[in-house]
Protein backbone atom coordinates (compact mmCIF):
# COMPACT_ATOMS: atom_id res chain seq x y z
CA UNK A 1 0.00 0.00 0.00
CA UNK A 2 1.36 3.33 -0.85
CA UNK A 3 1.63 5.93 2.06
CA UNK A 4 2.64 9.27 1.63
CA UNK A 5 6.53 8.47 2.86
CA UNK A 6 6.79 6.34 -0.23
CA UNK A 7 6.14 9.80 -2.23
CA UNK A 8 9.82 11.03 -1.62
CA UNK A 9 12.08 8.31 -3.46
CA UNK A 10 9.78 6.96 -6.64
CA UNK A 11 10.01 7.58 -10.30
CA UNK A 12 8.07 9.27 -12.44
CA UNK A 13 7.02 6.23 -14.14
CA UNK A 14 6.11 4.89 -10.27
CA UNK A 15 3.63 8.33 -10.49
CA UNK A 16 2.40 7.80 -13.47
CA UNK A 17 1.57 4.29 -12.64
CA UNK A 18 -0.11 5.65 -8.84
CA UNK A 19 -1.86 7.94 -10.75
CA UNK A 20 -3.62 5.21 -13.13
CA UNK A 21 -3.88 2.81 -10.46
CA UNK A 22 -5.97 5.48 -8.71
CA UNK A 23 -8.79 5.23 -11.10
CA UNK A 24 -11.63 2.51 -9.88
CA UNK A 25 -14.06 0.15 -12.02
CA UNK A 26 -17.49 2.52 -11.34
CA UNK A 27 -15.38 5.80 -11.17
CA UNK A 28 -17.02 8.44 -13.59
CA UNK A 29 -14.22 10.97 -13.88
CA UNK A 30 -11.82 12.22 -11.16
CA UNK A 31 -10.91 15.79 -10.13
CA UNK A 32 -7.21 16.47 -9.45
CA UNK A 33 -7.45 16.56 -5.69
CA UNK A 34 -9.08 13.49 -5.50
CA UNK A 35 -6.39 11.36 -7.99
CA UNK A 36 -3.89 13.27 -5.39
CA UNK A 37 -5.12 11.83 -2.30
CA UNK A 38 -5.90 8.42 -4.30
CA UNK A 39 -2.24 8.31 -5.66
CA UNK A 40 -0.30 9.92 -1.96
CA UNK A 41 1.07 12.72 -4.06
CA UNK A 42 0.91 16.20 -4.00
CA UNK A 43 -1.18 17.66 -6.58
CA UNK A 44 1.16 19.93 -8.26
CA UNK A 45 2.48 16.81 -9.15
CA UNK A 46 -0.74 15.23 -10.07
CA UNK A 47 -1.48 18.14 -11.84
CA UNK A 48 1.75 18.00 -13.98
CA UNK A 49 1.34 14.46 -14.90
CA UNK A 50 -2.42 14.68 -15.66
CA UNK A 51 -2.17 17.67 -18.40
CA UNK A 52 0.74 15.37 -20.29
CA UNK A 53 -1.76 12.18 -20.20
CA UNK A 54 -4.01 14.12 -21.33
CA UNK A 55 -1.86 15.45 -24.42
CA UNK A 56 -1.35 12.03 -24.83
CA UNK A 57 -4.55 11.04 -24.74
CA UNK A 58 -4.07 8.42 -21.88
CA UNK A 59 -6.44 10.15 -20.08
CA UNK A 60 -9.27 12.29 -21.40
CA UNK A 61 -10.60 15.56 -19.51
CA UNK A 62 -14.03 16.95 -19.67
CA UNK A 63 -14.52 20.07 -17.42
CA UNK A 64 -12.35 19.55 -14.06
CA UNK A 65 -12.91 15.70 -14.26
CA UNK A 66 -10.39 13.24 -15.60
CA UNK A 67 -11.22 9.72 -17.10
CA UNK A 68 -9.06 7.14 -18.10
CA UNK A 69 -8.07 7.76 -22.22
CA UNK A 70 -8.94 6.45 -25.50
CA UNK A 71 -5.40 5.57 -26.27
CA UNK A 72 -5.39 3.15 -23.31
CA UNK A 73 -7.95 1.33 -25.16
CA UNK A 74 -6.41 1.54 -28.35
CA UNK A 75 -3.31 -0.30 -26.68
CA UNK A 76 -5.37 -2.56 -24.61
CA UNK A 77 -6.62 -4.01 -28.10
CA UNK A 78 -3.54 -4.36 -29.49
CA UNK A 79 -2.19 -7.17 -26.47
CA UNK A 80 -5.62 -8.61 -26.57
CA UNK A 81 -5.14 -10.02 -29.67
CA UNK A 82 -1.34 -11.61 -29.19
CA UNK A 83 -2.90 -13.17 -25.81
CA UNK A 84 -5.63 -14.58 -27.66
CA UNK A 85 -3.65 -16.19 -30.51
CA UNK A 86 -1.21 -17.65 -27.79
CA UNK A 87 -4.07 -19.25 -26.13
CA UNK A 88 -5.61 -20.65 -29.09
CA UNK A 89 -2.51 -21.49 -30.64
CA UNK A 90 -0.40 -23.47 -27.95
CA UNK A 91 -2.09 -26.53 -28.95
CA UNK A 92 -1.71 -26.92 -32.01
CA UNK A 93 1.91 -25.71 -31.74
CA UNK A 94 3.00 -28.48 -29.51
CA UNK A 95 0.88 -31.05 -31.64
CA UNK A 96 3.36 -29.68 -34.86
CA UNK A 97 6.05 -30.22 -32.86
CA UNK A 98 5.40 -33.42 -32.07
CA UNK A 99 4.48 -34.34 -35.84
CA UNK A 100 8.14 -32.50 -37.06
CA UNK A 101 10.01 -32.76 -33.87
CA UNK A 102 11.47 -28.85 -34.38
CA UNK A 103 10.83 -25.74 -33.17
CA UNK A 104 7.78 -24.27 -33.52
CA UNK A 105 7.35 -20.34 -33.62
CA UNK A 106 4.18 -17.43 -34.05
CA UNK A 107 4.91 -14.30 -35.07
CA UNK A 108 2.90 -11.17 -36.00
CA UNK A 109 3.68 -8.40 -38.43
CA UNK A 110 5.15 -4.86 -36.76
CA UNK A 111 6.13 -2.72 -39.03
CA UNK A 112 9.24 -4.19 -41.25
CA UNK A 113 10.11 -6.67 -38.62
CA UNK A 114 8.26 -10.21 -37.28
CA UNK A 115 6.97 -10.13 -33.71
CA UNK A 116 7.89 -13.33 -31.92
CA UNK A 117 4.64 -14.20 -29.63
CA UNK A 118 4.67 -17.55 -29.01
CA UNK A 119 7.62 -20.23 -29.30
CA UNK A 120 7.44 -23.92 -28.57
CA UNK A 121 11.50 -25.81 -28.94
CA UNK A 122 11.99 -28.82 -30.69
CA UNK A 123 14.10 -31.45 -29.93
CA UNK A 124 17.33 -30.14 -31.69
CA UNK A 125 19.94 -28.79 -29.31
CA UNK A 126 21.15 -25.81 -31.06
CA UNK A 127 21.26 -22.35 -29.57
CA UNK A 128 18.34 -20.57 -30.36
CA UNK A 129 17.79 -18.04 -32.82
CA UNK A 130 14.82 -16.10 -31.70
CA UNK A 131 13.05 -15.13 -28.87
CA UNK A 132 9.21 -14.43 -27.65
CA UNK A 133 8.98 -10.58 -27.95
CA UNK A 134 11.99 -10.64 -29.98
CA UNK A 135 12.15 -8.82 -33.63
CA UNK A 136 13.75 -10.46 -37.40
CA UNK A 137 13.33 -8.39 -40.51
CA UNK A 138 9.99 -9.53 -42.30
CA UNK A 139 11.88 -10.06 -45.73
CA UNK A 140 14.47 -12.07 -44.42
CA UNK A 141 12.38 -14.61 -42.41
CA UNK A 142 9.53 -17.73 -43.77
CA UNK A 143 7.45 -15.87 -41.16
CA UNK A 144 7.65 -12.46 -42.30
CA UNK A 145 7.13 -13.56 -46.16
CA UNK A 146 3.64 -15.73 -45.51
CA UNK A 147 2.42 -12.38 -43.46
CA UNK A 148 3.65 -9.92 -46.87
CA UNK A 149 2.06 -12.31 -49.15
CA UNK A 150 -1.03 -11.61 -47.97
CA UNK A 151 -1.12 -8.01 -46.59
CA UNK A 152 -1.73 -5.08 -48.64
CA UNK A 153 -0.20 -3.81 -51.35
CA UNK A 154 0.65 -0.63 -49.15
CA UNK A 155 2.37 -2.53 -46.38
CA UNK A 156 4.76 -3.91 -48.83
CA UNK A 157 5.56 -1.26 -50.49
CA UNK A 158 6.25 0.55 -47.10
CA UNK A 159 8.95 -2.28 -46.44
CA UNK A 160 10.75 -2.04 -49.49
CA UNK A 161 11.04 1.61 -48.99
CA UNK A 162 12.69 1.04 -45.93
CA UNK A 163 15.13 -0.97 -47.37
CA UNK A 164 16.09 -4.89 -47.85
CA UNK A 165 18.85 -5.26 -45.38
CA UNK A 166 21.05 -8.01 -46.08
CA UNK A 167 21.18 -10.68 -43.27
CA UNK A 168 22.82 -13.10 -45.06
CA UNK A 169 24.49 -14.38 -48.70
CA UNK A 170 21.09 -15.71 -49.14
CA UNK A 171 18.93 -12.41 -47.99
CA UNK A 172 16.43 -11.56 -50.93
CA UNK A 173 17.48 -7.91 -51.08
CA UNK A 174 15.81 -6.64 -54.45
CA UNK A 175 12.49 -5.88 -54.63
CA UNK A 176 11.87 -7.78 -57.74
CA UNK A 177 12.85 -11.21 -56.26
CA UNK A 178 10.63 -10.43 -52.93
CA UNK A 179 7.55 -10.10 -55.16
CA UNK A 180 8.04 -13.11 -56.96
CA UNK A 181 8.84 -14.94 -53.81
CA UNK A 182 5.58 -13.39 -52.68
CA UNK A 183 3.80 -14.36 -55.27
CA UNK A 184 5.04 -17.94 -54.99
CA UNK A 185 3.69 -17.93 -51.52
CA UNK A 186 0.27 -17.07 -52.37
CA UNK A 187 0.25 -19.67 -54.58
CA UNK A 188 1.48 -21.98 -52.58
CA UNK A 189 0.53 -21.25 -49.19
CA UNK A 190 3.55 -21.92 -47.51
CA UNK A 191 6.74 -19.50 -47.16
CA UNK A 192 10.16 -21.24 -46.74
CA UNK A 193 13.64 -19.14 -45.51
CA UNK A 194 16.90 -20.96 -46.33
CA UNK A 195 19.32 -19.72 -44.32
CA UNK A 196 18.12 -15.47 -45.04
CA UNK A 197 18.39 -14.61 -41.80
CA UNK A 198 20.83 -17.11 -39.92
CA UNK A 199 23.54 -18.99 -41.62
CA UNK A 200 23.12 -22.90 -41.47
CA UNK A 201 19.33 -22.29 -40.69
CA UNK A 202 16.20 -22.46 -42.04
CA UNK A 203 12.48 -22.39 -41.71
CA UNK A 204 8.96 -22.82 -43.35
CA UNK A 205 6.03 -20.80 -42.64
CA UNK A 206 2.39 -20.30 -43.13
CA UNK A 207 -0.13 -17.46 -42.93
CA UNK A 208 -2.99 -17.40 -40.25
CA UNK A 209 -5.73 -15.46 -42.09
CA UNK A 210 -9.10 -13.62 -40.41
CA UNK A 211 -11.72 -13.91 -41.96
CA UNK A 212 -11.55 -11.30 -44.75
CA UNK A 213 -8.36 -13.14 -45.54
CA UNK A 214 -6.23 -10.64 -43.66
CA UNK A 215 -2.84 -12.37 -42.13
CA UNK A 216 -3.38 -12.09 -38.44
CA UNK A 217 -0.10 -13.98 -37.85
CA UNK A 218 2.15 -16.87 -39.01
CA UNK A 219 3.33 -20.20 -37.89
CA UNK A 220 6.46 -22.13 -38.72
CA UNK A 221 9.16 -25.08 -38.39
CA UNK A 222 12.31 -23.80 -37.82
CA UNK A 223 15.40 -25.96 -37.35
CA UNK A 224 19.24 -26.93 -39.34
CA UNK A 225 18.97 -26.05 -43.24
CA UNK A 226 19.92 -29.49 -43.20
CA UNK A 227 16.47 -30.51 -41.93
CA UNK A 228 14.12 -28.10 -42.86
CA UNK A 229 12.44 -29.45 -46.34
CA UNK A 230 9.95 -27.46 -47.29
CA UNK A 231 8.27 -29.80 -49.60
CA UNK A 232 8.74 -32.45 -47.03
CA UNK A 233 7.12 -29.88 -44.09
CA UNK A 234 5.31 -27.72 -45.74
CA UNK A 235 1.71 -29.50 -45.44
CA UNK A 236 1.96 -29.97 -41.80
CA UNK A 237 2.36 -26.84 -41.48
CA UNK A 238 -0.20 -25.51 -43.70
CA UNK A 239 -2.50 -27.86 -41.44
CA UNK A 240 -1.44 -26.30 -38.47
CA UNK A 241 -1.75 -22.68 -39.93
CA UNK A 242 -5.46 -23.68 -41.40
CA UNK A 243 -6.78 -24.89 -37.82
CA UNK A 244 -5.82 -21.59 -36.67
CA UNK A 245 -7.37 -19.60 -38.65
CA UNK A 246 -10.41 -21.67 -38.23
CA UNK A 247 -10.14 -21.72 -35.07
CA UNK A 248 -9.39 -17.68 -34.23
CA UNK A 249 -12.82 -17.26 -36.42
CA UNK A 250 -15.44 -16.91 -34.00
CA UNK A 251 -18.03 -17.28 -37.04
CA UNK A 252 -19.78 -21.16 -37.57
CA UNK A 253 -18.08 -23.70 -39.49
CA UNK A 254 -18.95 -26.93 -41.41
Given at each position: M???????????????T???????????????????????????????????????????????????????????????L?????????????E????????????????????????????????????????L????????????????????????????????????????????????????????D?????????????????????????????????????????????????????????????
Amino acid sequence: MRTAAWTDSVSVLDRVTAVFDAFGEDDEGLGISELARRAHLPKSTVSRIAADLVAQRFLDRDGDRLYLGVRLFELAETVQLPRRLRHVALPVMNELRDVTRHSVRLAVLQGSDVLFIAIIRGEATAAPTARVGGRLPAHATALGKALLAYSPRGVVEQLVRSGLPSRTPATICDPAGLARELADVRRLGVAADNEECHAGRACVASPVLGPRGEPVAAISVAGAASEIVATRLGPAVRAAALTLSRRMDPGPHD
